[in-house]
C-alpha cells in the first residue's frame, strides 16, 4: 500500500543517511525516488522513526525526519 500523498518521481542517486543525534549511525545506499514530500532510499541499515537525520546527495545536505523504515531485502 502508498501511503504518500504526492505521486512519486523515479530517481537514481547515491545517498549517505546520517541519524543527527547518534552520528555513528550513518549509512550509504542509493535513493529511488522522490515526491514533493519525501524521498524513498534503499539502505543497509534501519533507521528509528522519527529521527532526525542528514541526507547527502553529491554536494547537497537535507533535512529531514525519518517517517518509515524497514531494512534493504
Do not use: C
Not at 502508498?2 to 549509512?27: F, G, K, Y
Not at 524513498?40 to 545536505?61: R, W
Request: glycine share 8%; net charge negative.
Amino acid at each position: 500500500m502508498d501511503r504518500r500523498i504526492h505521486e512519486r518521481h523515479l530517481a537514481h542517486l547515491q545517498v549517505r543517511l546520517t541519524d543527527l543525534a547518534r552520528p555513528e549511525v550513518s549509512a550509504s545506499g542509493l535513493g529511488i525516488d522522490i515526491s514533493e514530500s519525501g524521498i524513498g532510499v534503499y539502505l543497509p541499515l534501519k533507521f528509528t522513526p522519527g529521527s532526525a537525520v542528514e541526507l547527502n546527495i553529491n554536494d547537497t545536505a537535507l533535512f529531514g525526519v525519518v517517517t518509515y523504515s524497514m531494512p534493504e531485502r
